[in-house]
């Protein structure tokens, strides 16, 4: 089945901490994408990659770095500068020159 | 301004209406709509695409685009409890050097009941 994988579901952590959150795409598509969704505001984009190695900052990228080695994956760490890290996190990807874009099932991240 | 407005609702419906969701844009530059249905706790999954204006059906879906009033629709009709959820709309414009970002709508929250 082709699809999109994040994991963990959930994932708990103490404040001050890094944490890295796993997308992974058997679509062979070659844009990859990451998004925060918090209550009432919608999808906010933090990075994307339109290839391997290269990536590029999206609205919300303070406190967040990505890498782009393998088209497969798209690794997000959320680093102890992002100040308001709890939230849902959303990985998506495009591909065959098409503008849709299909989403993995999500991350929630919690720190306290 | 929003680039893209969507009340939040919640919309409340009973079983069998036809709901009707929308979405207002500023960006004449739009070119290709989407709607996509987040069930609570999961990712958002893509119901239906359109370019430019006119109405797609699919099934149940009617999607609508009034590029001149820079407005978008999507019919539910017959609607049904496992049509519960979020529905986001979403918008850009043709590709340009490379870069597609979608705009999405803050979603707005249906609860159909029996």
Known sequence: ?112 | QKEVEQDPGPLSVPEGAIVSLNCTYSNSAFQYFMWYRQYSRKGPELLMYTYSSGNKEDGRFTAQVDKSSKYISLFIRDSQPSDSATYLCAMNPEFSGGYNKLIFGAGTRLAVHP
């Open chain 1, 1 to 112: 089945d082709g699809g999109i994988t994040q994991s963990p579901k959930y994932l708990f952590r103490k404040e001050g901490q890094n944490v890295t959150l796993s997308c992974e795409q058997n679509l062979n598509h070659d844009a990859m994408y990451w998004y925060r969704q918090d209550p009432g505001q919608g999808l906010r984009l933090i990075y994307y990659s339109q290839i391997v190695n290269d990536f590029q900052k999206g609205d919300i990228a303070e406190g967040y770095s990505v890498s782009r080695e393998k088209k497969e994956s798209f690794p997000l760490t959320v680093t102890s500068a992002q100040k308001n890290p709890t939230a849902f996190y959303l990985c998506a990807s495009r591909g065959g020159g098409r503008y849709e874009q299909y989403f993995g099932p999500g991350t929630r991240l919690t720190v306290t």
